[in-house]
C-alpha cells in the first residue's frame, strides 16, 4: 500500500503560495563559484562522478529587501496577519497544526521556490533523530508525487553524514535540486580557538581530502534556504541561532505548529482552524474516574508550603460530610490526626501528619504510625494501579473492535497507540537474557481474548485462532540496546530524555520504515506499544486509540499525546477519508475530559499565542470584499481596526480585546452594532466574532449518540417523492467562447498590467549621535532603474500551459493580441506573474458563467437505502447530545447534525412550522460534482401550503446572504449547485438563504 498525496487541497496551496509570493519579481537565476580541486582520494568526489575543479552552483536573490517588504505585507493582508511594519530579518514563519501536513508543505515549497525562481539548495534543519528519520521517510515517500508533479525535475536529498563528506561537495557542484537533512546537533559546535579545533564538530574542521577547506564552507557558498523544522526546538538556545547564521542562509523558513518566535508570520493554520475546517481528526476522551471507592485511606499531595507562617502542606483525601464521603482539598500541618480532620473515618486511625518536607522536586509528608511517605502528585489508598492499567488497556480494546466493526467494510485498517515509561512492563528478560511478555503484555493478551470471545465481534474473527491473533496484534517499538538476548534478537531498552539518543535511533527508524506496512490488511499488527520519550516526530493517520499507560506521572504535553494520531485515516488505495464521521481519535485519559479539555486548551494558549476569547485588532482584516468595479479585495487594517474601536465603545470587549457577555448576547440575538462603513459586511463579521467568542470544541466520550432512521419519514410517500426530484446525478461541460476569453485576456493584460524594470533605491540619513544613542533621520530617496540584460528568457508558453491547461495556440493569441510582449522583455518573471493572474481571473469567470450540466440517465442516483446504515458503504452518523444534535420529528433521522449555530435554527424552525412536511440534512455522500471540487448541500425540504400544494427546496444555508461574505471558491460551488438542480427538475428549486425568515419568502 502507497501513500495517496493530493495536490489539490487549498490550505496547503495556501501555505506554499504565502512562502513562494514572498519572491514575487524574483527572476529565476543562480549564481557560480569556484570549487577547489579535490585531490585524488577514492573516498571523495570519484564517487560522486566529478571531475577536479567543479564549479559550484547556489542560490542568488535580487530583490531588494524593500521588495520583500512590499510581498511580505500582501500576503500578511491576504491571510489575515498582522502586517509587519519592517523587515527585520529573512527569517520567516508558517504556523501549521500537528497532522496538517507540514512536511509536505515545506517540501512542495522547496519545488515550487525552484520552478518559479530557480532555486537550487536547501538544507531542512531537524531537533531529532525522530524528526530526521521521519523527513527522510517522507522524502522518500512523495519523490514520485513531486517528480509527477514537476514534470520530472532531477533531485536529490540525503541526510547529512559526517563519514560521507563527499556528499556535501556534491550538494555544492550540482546543478539539480539538492536537499540536504541536518540534525542542529551535526553543526552547532564550533571554536574559533585553535585549540578547541579537535572539539568542533567534523562540519566546521579543515578536512585534507576537500583541500584543506571545512565543509561548511562548501554549503555557505551557495546561500541555501534553510528550512527549520520545529524551531522552538532547533534555535532555543543563541550558540543554535548561531549555527544557524553560519549556513549563510538567502533565507530561513520556520515551520512548527508551536512556535516561540514568530518571525514575519506569513500563514497560520492553527489547532481552531484545523478542528473548524476538519482537517484532522475530531478528538474524543474517555476518563477513567474512580467513584465510591472509599474503603482506604485516600491521601493524596498536592502541594506544601513554607513561605508564611508554619510549614504546611495541602493535600486531597476522603472527608465524611453529612453522611456522605466527598473527596476534599485540605492544609494540613505537623501533628495533625486525618481521622478527626476527615469527620471520624477510621480508615485513617493512625494518619498524623509528622514531617512535612518543603524542598523543590523532593516534596513528601510521612506520618508518626504509619510507614507511608507520598511524594507531591503521589496518592496512597487509590484503586489498585494495576487494575486501572487493565481497564485503560481493556477500554482501548473494546473502543479499537468498535471502530473495525465500523471502518473495516470502508477499507480502512485501525491501529492503537500504547504509551508505557517502562520497556519492562512490556517485555522483559530473565537471568539467561531470554525474553518475557511484561505485566501489559500479559494484560493485553488476556483482554483481547475476553474481548474477542463477545458476540458483538465474532464478525471480526470468523474461524481465527484468538490465542495465536491475540499474540501476532501487538508489538513494541522501542529504543535497541546494543546487547543481544538469549536468542540473538536485539534487546529492547528504556529511552531517556528527549527520545533524542542514537539507541533510540533505531526505535525509530523501525517506526518510519513500518509506517506504510502498518497501514495495510496485510499487516497483522494493530496495537503498538511504545516509550513515551518517543513522542514527537512520528505520527500514523490510522492511529485511532491513544492510551497512556505510565506509572509515574506523565510529563507529556495533551498536544504531543493526540499528535501521534491527529492525522486524517487513509484506506487500502493510500487516499486520505475525510469527515468527523470517520476520523475519531479517542483518548483514553486517567482524568475526567473536563480536566483533560481544560489543560489541552491551557497548552494551546501557551504553544499557540492563541488567546481564546479576544479580538485582535486586525481579526478582520482578511475578510474578502468586493467594490464597485466588481474587483475582489480585502477589509484591510485601518477598516478592521476601525471595527475593533467601535466594539471597544460598545461595551463588546475591554481594552486588551477580551470578548465581553454583550458580545455573545447580541451575536445570539443578531444585533450586534456595527460601524457604518462596515454594516454591509456584518455577516462576515458576525461570522468572525462567533468564532472568536467560542471555545474549543472537546467532546464527551460518553455523550456521543448514533443517529438512527426515522422510518415515519424515511418510508413515506413524501419523502419518496422528494428523494426521486434530487436523487439522480449529473455530468457537466464547460462551454466557453475560446475568443472571448482570448479578448477578455487580451484586453485586461493591455489595460492593466503593471511591469516596470527593476529598480535601484538609494536612501541618505543623517546621523545624531549623542547620549541618548545613535538616531537615524531620513532625508533623501532616490531610485534608479536598473536595465538588466543579462538573462535567458524563460519558456513563458510551457509555463502558462502547465499553470492553466489552455493550448499553446490559445495562450500564444493572449500574449501577442496584448500588445505587451516588450514588457516581457524588461521584467519576464513579473511579466509571467501578472499574466497568469490575469487569466486565471478570466477562467474562473468563464467556467461558472459556462457550466452546463445534464443529467446522467435513470439508472445513475444515489440511492434512498443509503440513509439506512444496514449497509457497508455508508459510515454511520454520530453527534454530541449537548453540543451539536437536535431531536427531531420530521427529519429522515431521529436527530439532526448541526456544523453552525445557522443550520441549529433552521432544524427548530423546521420542527416548529407547521407548513414543513418533512425534511433531511443531506448526508455527507450526497455529493455534486463540480470543476472546483465536490460540493454538499445542506438540507432537502418538503413545504406544503395552504393543506394542498406542494412545494420541494433544495436549501444551502449561510451567515450571509451577500456574495463578498463567500470566499469565490465557495460561491462558485454553490452556483455550480444550483445549475445542477436546475438541470434536473423544474419541481426543485435550489435557495441560498441566511435564515429561516428568508425561506419562508419562497413560500
Given amino acids: 500500500m502507497k501513500f495517496q498525496f493530493d495536490a489539490g487541497l487549498d490550505y496547503q496551496r495556501e501555505a506554499i503560495d504565502a512562502v513562494a509570493d514572498l519572491f514575487e519579481g524574483q527572476e529565476i537565476c543562480s549564481t557560480n563559484f569556484t570549487v577547489a580541486p579535490l585531490k585524488d582520494d577514492p573516498q571523495m568526489g570519484l564517487s560522486l562522478g566529478q571531475s577536479s575543479g567543479d564549479l559550484g552552483v547556489g542560490n542568488r536573490l535580487r530583490l531588494l529587501d524593500e521588495d520583500l517588504l512590499d510581498n511580505l505585507q500582501a500576503i500578511q493582508l491576504r491571510n489575515g496577519l498582522a502586517p509587519a511594519s519592517e523587515l527585520a530579518s529573512r527569517d520567516f514563519t508558517v504556523e501549521m497544526e500537528t497532522g496538517t501536513g507540514k512536511t509536505y508543505v515545506y517540501l512542495r515549497t522547496l519545488f515550487e521556490l525552484n520552478q518559479r525562481y530557480g532555486f537550487t539548495k536547501f538544507i531542512i534543519v531537524v531537533p531529532s533523530v525522530a524528526i530526521k528519520e521521519g523527513v527522510y521517510k517522507s522524502l522518500q515517500m512523495t519523490e514520485p508525487h513531486f517528480k509527477g508533479l514537476y514534470d520530472n525535475t532531477p533531485f536529490d536529498y540525503f541526510v547529512y553524514d559526517s563519514q560521507k563528506l563527499g556528499q556535501v561537495r556534491n550538494f555544492a557542484t550540482s546543478d539539480t535540486i539538492q536537499i540536504m537533512v541536518i540534525n542542529i546537533d551535526a553543526f552547532r559546535k564550533s571554536f574559533d580557538d585553535p585549540d578547541k579545533a579537535d572539539k568542533a564538530n567534523i562540519i566546521h574542521r579543515p578536512h585534507d581530502r576537500m583541500t584543506g577547506n571545512k565543509p561548511i564552507e562548501f554549503i555557505q557558498a551557495t546561500h541555501p534556504v534553510v528550512i527549520i523544522d520545529e524551531p522552538q526546538s532547533v534555535a532555543n538556545t543563541e550558540k543554535s541561532r548561531e549555527a544557524i547564521a553560519q549556513l549563510n542562509p538567502l533565507c530561513t523558513l520556520r515551520y512548527s505548529a508551536t512556535h516561540l518566535d514568530k518571525h514575519h508570520m506569513v500563514y497560520r493554520l492553527d489547532s481552531i482552524d484545523a478542528y473548524e475546517r476538519k482537517l484532522v481528526k475530531q478528538i474524543e476522551v474517555t476518563g477513567v474516574e474512580v467513584r465510591d471507592s472509599h474503603n482506604k485511606a485516600y491521601i493524596k499531595l498536592l502541594q506544601t508550603d513554607n513561605r508564611k507562617g508554619p510549614i504546611r502542606a495541602q493535600v486531597e483525601i476522603d472527608a465524611l460530610q453529612k453522611g456522605l464521603v466527598k473527596r476534599k482539598k485540605k492544609w494540613v500541618r ?37 510507614p507511608e511517605v507520598i511524594r507531591r502528585g503521589e496518592v496512597i489508598g487509590q484503586v489498585d494501579e494495576d487494575e486501572y492499567k487493565r481497564l485503560q488497556i481493556r477500554k482501548t480494546i473494546e473502543e479499537h473492535l468498535d471502530k473495525e466493526l465500523q471502518l ?15 520497556v519492562a512492563n512490556y517485555r522483559d528478560y530473565d537471568a539467561d537474557g531470554e525474553p518475557q511478555p511484561g505485566k501489559y503484555a500479559r494484560m493485553f493478551e488476556e483482554e483481547y481474548i475476553r474481548a474477542a470471545r463477545l458476540p458483538k465481534y465474532q464478525s471480526l474473527f470468523g474461524e481465527v485462532d484468538i490465542e495465536t491473533e491475540a499474540h501476532a496484534v501487538h508489538n513494541g517499538y522501542f529504543a535497541a540496546d546494543k546487547k543481544k538476548d ?72 495533551k498536544r504531543q499525546e493526540i499528535g501521534r494520531g491527529l492525522r486524517l485515516a487513509v484506506n487500502q ?130 455523550d456521543r449518540q448514533e443517529v438512527k432512521l426515522n422510518k415515519a419519514v424515511y418510508l413515506s410517500p413524501e419523502f419518496e417523492a422528494l428523494w426521486n426530484r434530487i436523487k439522480y446525478k449529473t455530468t457537466y461541460r464547460v462551454d466557453f467562447d475560446v475568443e472571448k476569453l482570448i479578448e477578455c485576456c487580451a484586453t485586461e493584460m493591455r489595460d492593466q498590467l503593471r511591469v516596470g524594470k527593476a529598480k535601484f533605491i538609494t536612501r541618505t540619513a543623517r546621523l545624531d549621535v549623542n547620549r541618548g544613542g545613535v538616531e537615524a533621520t531620513e532625508v533623501n530617496e532616490t531610485p534608479a532603474t ?64 459556462g457550466i452546463q450540466y445534464h443529467r446522467i440517465g435513470d439508472d445513475s442516483f444515489y440511492a434512498q437505502e443509503l440513509f439506512d446504515f444496514d449497509g457497508e458503504d455508508v459510515a454511520p452518523l454520530a453527534g454530541y447530545l449537548s453540543s451539536n444534535m437536535l431531536e427531531a420529528e420530521k427529519s429522515v433521522y431521529d436527530y439532526v447534525i448541526y456544523d453552525s449555530d445557522v443550520e441549529k435554527d433552521f432544524a427548530q424552525a423546521f420542527e416548529r412550522n407547521d407548513d414543513i412536511k418533512l425534511y433531511a440534512k443531506l448526508p455527507p455522500w450526497f455529493q455534486i460534482d463540480t470543476p472546483l471540487g465536490s460540493y454538499n448541500p445542506d438540507w432537502a425540504v418538503l413545504v406544503e401550503t395552504n393543506g394542498a400544494e406542494k412545494l420541494y427546496f433544495v436549501v444551502e444555508t449561510k451567515g450571509s446572504l451577500f456574495n463578498d461574505a463567500l470566499r469565490p471558491i465557495e460561491k462558485a460551488k454553490i452556483d455550480c449547485g444550483k445549475a445542477h438542480f436546475d438541470a434536473l427538475s423544474e419541481d426543485v428549486e435550489f435557495r441560498v438563504d441566511n435564515g429561516y425568515a428568508s425561506f419562508m419568502d419562497a413560500f
Fill in 786 to 849: 536598473y536595465d538588466q540584460r543579462d538573462f535567458a528568457l524563460p519558456d513563458i508558453l510551457s509555463f502558462l500551459q502547465n499553470e492553466t491547461n489552455l493550448t499553446r495556440r490559445t495562450l500564444a493569441r493572449i500574449l501577442v493580441d496584448s500588445g505587451r510582449l516588450e514588457d516581457f522583455k524588461n521584467n519576464p518573471q513579473k511579466f509571467i506573474e501578472q499574466t497568469l493572474e490575469v487569466i486565471r481571473r478570466q477562467m474562473r469567470l468563464f467556467i461558472v458563467d
Fill in 573 to 702: 488505495s493510500g487516499q486520505r477519508v475525510h469527515g468527523f464521521e470517520v476520523n475519531r481519535l479517542t483518548v483514553m485519559a486517567n482524568e475526567s475530559y473536563e480536566d483533560f479539555a481544560r489543560q489541552l486548551q491551557k497548552e494551546i494558549e501557551q504553544d499557540e499565542g492563541i488567546r481564546f476569547g479576544v479580538v485582535e485588532k486586525h481579526l478582520f482584516a482578511s475578510i474578502p470584499i468586493t467594490d464597485d468595479n466588481g474587483e475582489t479585495g480585502y477589509f484591510g487594517t485601518e477598516l478592521s481596526e476601525t471595527v475593533w474601536q467601535h466594539l471597544l465603545e460598545h461595551d463588546y470587549i475591554d481594552a486588551k480585546g477580551k470578548v465581553q457577555d454583550a458580545l455573545r448576547a447580541n451575536l445570539k440575538a443578531n444585533t450586534v452594532s456595527l460601524p457604518d462603513e462596515a454594516a454591509e459586511h456584518a455577516g462576515a463579521i458576525n461570522a468572525v466574532l462567533r468564532k472568536v467568542a467560542g471555545r474549543l470544541n472537546i467532546q464527551n466520550r460518553d
Fill in 334 to 370: 505537623s501533628g495533625e490526626d486525618l481521622l478527626e480532620t476527615t469527620g471520624g473515618r477510621t480508615v485513617y486511625d493512625g494518619y498524623i501528619i509528622d514531617d512535612i518536607y518543603c524542598e523543590p522536586d523532593n516534596e513528601y509528608i510521612s506520618f508518626t504510625s504509619k
Fill in 408 to 422: 473495516t467494510p470502508m477499507g480502512i485498517k485501525v491501529l492503537s497507540l500504547f504509551f508505557i515509561d517502562r
Fill in 486 to 557: 538469549a536468542r540473538g534478537n536485539v534487546r529492547l531498552k528504556d529511552s531517556k530524555g528527549e527520545g533524542k539518543t542514537q539507541a533510540d535511533e533505531s526505535a525509530y527508524q523501525l517506526i518510519m520504515q513500518d509506517k506504510e506496512r502498518l497501514l495495510s490488511f496485510e499487516s497483522r499488527l494493530k496495537f503498538i506499544f511504545s516509550h513515551s520519550a518517543l513522542r514527537e516526530g512520528w505520527d500514523n493517520p490510522n492511529v485511532f486509540q491513544i492510551c497512556t499507560l505510565n506509572e509515574t506521572a506523565s510529563v507529556m504535553k
